[in-house]
Nanobody
Framework: QVQLVESGGGLVQPGGSLRLSCAASGLPLNYYNVGWFRQAPGKEREGVACISSIGARTSSADSVKGRFTISRDNAKKMVYLQMNSLKPEDTAVYSC???????????????????WGQGNQVTVSS
């Protein structure tokens, strides 16, 4: 059974930083593309960033470019989302996902991912 688990969320003041982590059981996450998505109350799910399994190529949404960085540690089979200069509009439930596919490119399109974590709340507020 495949299970993805996110950690590292919480409450942070505007301008602060958080690092989210994504771990998986049931499949070797280090072999696959991984994406981060978020959903705020009353809004549709939004793709945040993704990282390919081959070459660790990344893609990110315009709304987070220059502030968020996705990375992976294949030895630890972990994927991270470093979030800096956080804004109140970044408040959402953040989920990691994988499609158990391996490419040298990635897209943050939800339909390409079929294994999802439960999500982790990130709240940016003073």
């Amino acid at each position: 059974q495949v299970q993805l688990v996110e950690s590292g969320g919480g409450l942070v003041q505007p301008g602060g930083s958080l690092r989210l982590s994504c771990a998986a059981s049931g499949l070797p996450l280090n072999y696959y593309n991984v994406g981060w998505f978020r959903q705020a109350p009353g809004k549709e799910r939004e793709g945040v960033a993704c990282i390919s399994s081959i070459g660790a190529r990344t893609s990110s949404a315009d709304s987070v470019k220059g502030r968020f960085t996705i990375s992976r540690d294949n030895a630890k089979k972990m994927v991270y989302l470093q979030m800096n200069s956080l804004k109140p509009e970044d408040t959402a439930v953040y989920s990691c996902a994988t499609g158990a596919s391996s490419y040298n490119w990635c897209e943050i399109v939800a339909q390409q991912y079929n294994y999802w974590g439960q999500g982790n709340q990130v709240t940016v507020s003073s």
